[in-house]
């Protein structure tokens, strides 16, 4: 049999009667990536396939095969004239597959792959409905969902990662706590040196009031580490300095308050682990996601 012909023949008659590629596939009770292949030439509907779509379009099988103009002085389905007639906005057909479409947004359509951004509210929403996968770009961030149950949220908090098939009670993260960026704006600075001023000029603490200077960097390494979740972004080594310093000069216990500093290696290793933990945790999760995604 002569097959060369055949998927040319196939994709003519299903947009003629204004068929997609799913539509097509259910008809014939097939996958629509079987129905694609059909009409790429990559593999040939079968015999029972073949009596149902010349049964379906009113043409004989030899036609299917051989004929090189099948669908020559047929008409176009009313499906597709009443689209074009009520339908407004731009539209382009680019070769014999890809058609793309601006009304209300842009839809490419190359029957293989349909990609859909519509602008609404505002917002832009990439929709692939080949791989299931929504993008949303807004005001509230940059969202990919996938039809798995796995959505990415990428927005002024940081981001976050939900799995709604995972158990895990912690099974949201986030790199970013929205109220700790207002303790950002706070001049703590100005807050130790008036401190220090004051503990000098009232309470004439000159000698040991300094020890509030070290404090500043601990403060926003606290304020790093709360955002981060990062346990090693806390400044462990001037915290000790400083509780040495303040500890010692107050109550003349330089020794033996310097055994405080035998925490410092024990701190790092500690918070090392459970960084590398919970890394390794976000990390599953993400690729989780990445893999159902190409799938």
């Not at 505002?122 to 929709?127: S, T």
């Not at 969902?145 to 009670?169: A, Q």
């Not at 040991?208 to 960097?217: C, K, S």
Request: net charge negative; charged share 25%; hydrophobic share 40%.
């Amino acid at each position: 049999m002569n097959k060369n012909n055949l998927p040319n023949n196939l994709y003519e008659l299903r947009r003629r009667h204004g068929l997609s590629q799913e539509e097509f596939a259910e008809k014939l009770y097939v996958s629509r990536q079987a129905v694609s292949k059909w009409e790429r030439g990559e593999a040939y509907p079968d015999t029972e396939n073949l009596i149902a779509i010349s049964d379906m379009f009113g043409v004989t099988i030899d036609d299917l095969l051989k004929s090189e103009n099948i669908c020559e002085g047929e008409p176009v389905s009313e499906e597709n004239e009443d689209s074009n007639d009520n339908d407004s906005g731009f539209k382009v057909n680019v070769g014999n597959k890809v058609k793309v479409n601006l009304t209300g947004g842009i839809t490419v359509d190359d029957d293989d792959t349909k990609v859909k951004i519509d602008f609404d509210n505002g917002d832009i929403l990439v929709d692939d409905e080949d791989c299931k996968v929504k993008v949303g770009l807004g005001h509230g961030g940059i969202t990919v969902d996938s039809d798995d149950g796995v959505s990415i949220n990428l927005g002024k908090h940081g981001i976050k990662i939900h799995d709604n098939h995972d158990d895990d009670d912690d099974d949201e993260i986030s790199t970013a706590t929205g109220p700790i960026d207002i303790f950002y704006k706070v001049p703590y600075p100005i807050i130790a040196a008036l401190a220090f001023l004051c503990c000098g000029f009232f309470l004439d603490g000159w000698g040991w009031a300094w020890t509030f200077f070290m404090t500043i960097p601990i403060y926003y390494s606290v304020l790093t580490s709360i955002r981060k979740r990062c346990f090693s972004s806390f400044d462990y080594t001037v915290f000790v300095a400083f509780i040495y310093c303040l500890i010692s000069v107050l109550f003349k216990l330089w020794h033996p308050m310097w055994i405080i500093f035998l925490t410092i290696p024990m701190y790092d290793h500690l918070a090392a682990w459970i960084d590398y933990r919970n890394g390794k945790k976000r990390n599953r999760r993400l690729n989780a996601f990445i893999i159902k995604d190409s799938e």
